[in-house]
């Protein structure tokens, strides 16, 4: 298997960015070169104002209404988080800053974040080493299976396939493929767990590791887990976590004590910024010793004499997944929620976030066909199969949310749940919220009843209503100007 991203030490401080002494026209040939000036739209500054404060408007977000995307757990971001990165030290930043000049330092405080936020994730989920260097989520998942793919090559192991649940997020099995993997998927059992006797017969000699959500996008936290590591590890497989959301177990289950090798966490959902809306986010990777050696450059080190670094000399390495330091403000974020928190905070946080979900599972359960009657983690999946005998679909239960400010909760995921809805309320909403959106809910399900028709025609409070969503995802037009 070839890695992706070849390694290249050289470069200025080994950033991995090609130098070159060509100014940005000079490169450009003729016939790319514009021939008169571009032609903008002129409006005046107050126009623009109002244009762009109407869009603000028309955005559903979590500043404004309560957003309950299962899987994706959008809490709220605390303006705090955003102010830290406002600290001119950081803000003004170059990614370039040398590390140390003549004794001064320059970048020694970023450097310093970094380091400790790898310390704490180390700490938070009892792995040996971080890498804050990836982007995203998937970003992470990739960059974790290039290292099982690395560790399986250094020991000659012929591997060729990944195991994941069925249940399993997308990037799972589209990380392992990217990777050059085959994908061999488990059936749930009847608790909406890896069916224990359909695992241990994909298990081979070839299974080169399992990619796991622990607890799954059913909300359920598996108790065979430990088991489980000891099969895939019989075969000298790897355990790789999918931490995207770590919010259920923060504080009480470190995913390196029950046998997992590597891990992905999504900073973005987890601590301090929203996901979704294709905004930036960052996926930093753990790993036990076992993986060590092969985790991306640049490194974060300690020097003898108390000042930090970043190392490019890891021989067995995988290389370059990002450039500088990562996407270092959402780090930054995550650091300074951390430090608000501290260790006592953030294990409130899997409690709220737990509570939260059960509530909202215990009130709707009369109203609305659960996948899996059992406590929930940090999400609970409903089905919409009911109302669906009425006409009345997850989909229009969705828009016909949007109509009463409130965002859908994630549907038709799981792929393993008809007519799913799946509702991650996050440990930062109020009783009074959740007592609201459950009161929506439950007007739903009288109204799937009354007037089933109805909900055909929402949503009617935004912009569009119901767009053809096939043709928009393969015809996009973003072009303002142009509609
Ligand atoms: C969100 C999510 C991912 C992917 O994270 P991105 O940052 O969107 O790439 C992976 N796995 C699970 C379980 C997730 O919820």
């Not at 500054?45 to 109002?50: G, K, P, Q």
């Not at 982007?135 to 998942?141: D, I, N, P, S």
């Not at 259920?248 to 910024?273: E, Q, S, Y």
């Not at 067995?316 to 330091?325: E, L, T, W």
Request: net charge negative; charged share 20%.
């Amino acid at each position: 298997m070839k890695l992706i991203f070849e390694k290249s030490v050289e470069g200025r401080q080994g950033f991995g960015i090609p130098q070159s002494d060509v100014g940005p026209q000079e490169g450009i040939p003729e016939k790319y070169k514009r021939e008169k000036p571009a032609c903008f739209p002129e409006a005046s500054e107050l126009d623009i104002v109002r244009h762009f404060t109407d869009l603000a408007h028309k955005n559903f977000s979590i500043d404004t209404h309560f957003y309950p995307l299962g899987s994706c757990t959008m809490k709220y971001n605390p303006k705090f988080a955003d102010v830290v990165t406002q600290i001119p030290g950081f803000a003004n930043l170059h990614p370039l800053l040398p590390q140390l000049t003549k004794g001064e330092t320059l970048s020694q405080g970023a450097i310093e974040v970094l380091y400790e936020t790898e310390q704490w994730l180390c700490e938070m989920t009892g792995m040996d080493h971080f890498t804050m260097q990836p982007l995203a989520g998937a970003h992470g998942e990739l960059t974790g299976v290039m290292m099982m793919a690395a560790y399986h090559k250094a020991k000659g192991n012929q591997k060729t396939h990944i195991i994941v649940p069925d249940s399993s997020h997308g990037t799972n099995p589209a990380t392992a493929a990217i990777a050059g993997y085959n994908i061999v998927a488990v059936p749930s059992d009847e608790n909406g767990v890896m069916n224990m006797e359909e695992l241990a017969k994909r298990i081979t000699d070839e299974t080169a590791g399992l990619m796991l959500t622990c607890p799954n996008t059913h909300g359920i936290f598996n108790s065979n887990i430990d088991k489980i590591a000891k099969m895939i590890h019989a075969v000298d497989g790897i355990m790789y976590y999918d931490g995207a959301n770590l919010n259920a177990i923060l504080g009480r289950c470190r995913p390196g004590d029950i046998g997992f090798d590597v891990i992905h966490i999504n900073v973005h959902k987890t601590f301090a910024t929203p996901h979704g809306g294709g905004g930036p986010g960052a996926g930093p990777v753990g790993v036990t010793k076992k993986l060590e050696p092969y985790l991306p450059i640049s490194r974060v080190v300690k020097h003898e004499n108390g000042q930090f670094g970043l190392d490019y000399d890891y021989p067995h390495s995988i290389g370059y997944v990002a450039p500088f330091y990562g996407n270092f403000g959402i780090i930054l974020r995550a650091y300074a929620y951390m430090l608000m928190l501290g260790q006592e905070g953030l294990k409130q946080t899997s409690n709220h976030a737990v509570l939260n979900a059960n509530y909202i599972k215990e009130r709707l359960k009369e109203h609305y066909a659960l996948a899996y009657d059992h406590i929930c983690m940090h999400e609970s999946v409903f089905s919409a199969s009911l109302q669906a005998q009425r006409g009345v679909h997850a989909i229009d239960i969705a828009k016909f949310l949007i109509d009463k400010n409130i965002h859908p909760p994630t549907i038709y995921f799981p792929l393993t749940v008809k007519e799913a809805i799946m509702i991650e309320p996050t440990e930062t909403e109020s009783k009074e919220t959740l007592d609201e959106f459950i009161e929506t809910m439950i007007e739903a399900d009288s109204l799937s009843k009354t007037d089933p028709d109805s909900f055909h025609n929402c949503p009617q409070s935004t912009p569009i209503n119901r767009p053809d969503e096939v043709k928009a995802a393969k015809e996009m037009n973003t072009n303002y100007f142009a509609s």
